[in-house]
């Protein structure tokens, strides 16, 4: 599922590009040539990051004269984005013959391939593992692979390798430096980001707002994001300002930030807009 794109000039050809960003897949840079739209390999390190993308942003950051690519994902901090039981796997598939696809998911436990449902859950949705009659502890032993065998073959693939954010910054030729964002940046997702210069030090800094809700019980939100502010110490990092200094406390789950008039305003999804201003 798609949830961002932005253009820029990623190779200096005087022409933009189309970054694309989404759900279960790669950032995906287009070229438009003869009339379509054309896959662009800037760098081989982008087709293995497949991520829970939720933004994509573009600037100048290390200021060498070429556009880097700031890239918002779920962050690190819930049963799913655990980077110890990366990949994920989705499985899409009419796996019970009822005309309807399902969807399975797992994650990697000691090197295999273990569906993240329960039980109990996954003999609601497909009806044909009651026929095995399994107990609780056999069903926790067993793999995805084990469960369905063959069945996996016919079934459509999607993984996530990675849950957290990045800036790749611009080489040129040498195609782009991925480098993690900050641990308080990874605490959630990144769902939008104002750059500006806060410090007025020349070089752009970060507003960072998120949160994620709307999954089943048992996995919890995302919601440790309660405003961010990154600044740029112009060596290739972010540094977080403490949130004593920010005065920033955005609960909920923010999708957007604009300024307009000396205003910073922040979208929440099921509440009021949280408007503030910078005091100088």
Not at 63 to 73: E, Q
Not at 111 to 116: E, L, R, S, T, Y
Not at 242 to 270: C, E, F, H, M, P
């Amino acid at each position: 599922m798609v949830t961002d794109a932005a253009w820029g000039d990623i190779d200096g050809d005087k022409k933009n590009e189309l970054i694309i960003v989404g759900e279960w897949m790669a950032p995906l840079i287009l070229n438009y040539v003869n009339n379509r739209w054309v896959k662009k390999e800037v760098d081989p390190s982008f087709n293995n990051l497949n991520g829970f993308w939720q933004s994509v942003h573009l600037s100048d950051f290390d200021k060498d004269g070429r556009i880097d690519i700031l890239l918002g994902n779920s962050g690190n901090n819930g049963y799913l984005q655990d980077e110890r039981y990366l990949p994920l796997t989705l499985y899409i598939n009419d796996f019970d013959n009822n005309g309807m696809p399902e969807k399975l998911m797992s994650r990697q436990v000691e090197g295999k391939d273990m569906p993240i449902s329960t039980k109990r859950d996954m003999v609601e949705q497909l009806s044909i593992l009651k026929k095995k009659n399994l107990k609780h502890k056999e069903y926790a032993d067993k793999s995805i692979q084990e469960l369905f065998g063959d069945q996996l073959k016919k079934a459509t693939h999607k993984t996530i390798t990675t849950t957290k954010s990045y800036i790749a910054y611009n080489k040129g030729s040498k195609g782009f430096l991925l480098k993690e964002l900050c641990e308080q940046a990874q605490w959630s997702s990144i769902n939008d980001v104002l750059m500006e210069d806060i410090n007025e030090d020349n070089y752009i800094d970060l507003i960072i707002v998120g949160n994620l809700n709307g999954f089943q019980p048992q996995f919890g939100a995302l919601d440790a994001n309660k405003g961010l502010v990154l600044l740029n110490n112009k060596k290739g990092d972010f540094i977080p300002a403490a949130s004593t200094n920010t005065g920033l406390n955005i609960k909920g789950k923010s999708r957007q930030i604009i300024k307009t008039n000396g205003l910073y305003i922040v979208a929440r999804n099921d509440d009021f807009p949280y408007i503030f201003e910078r005091l100088k």
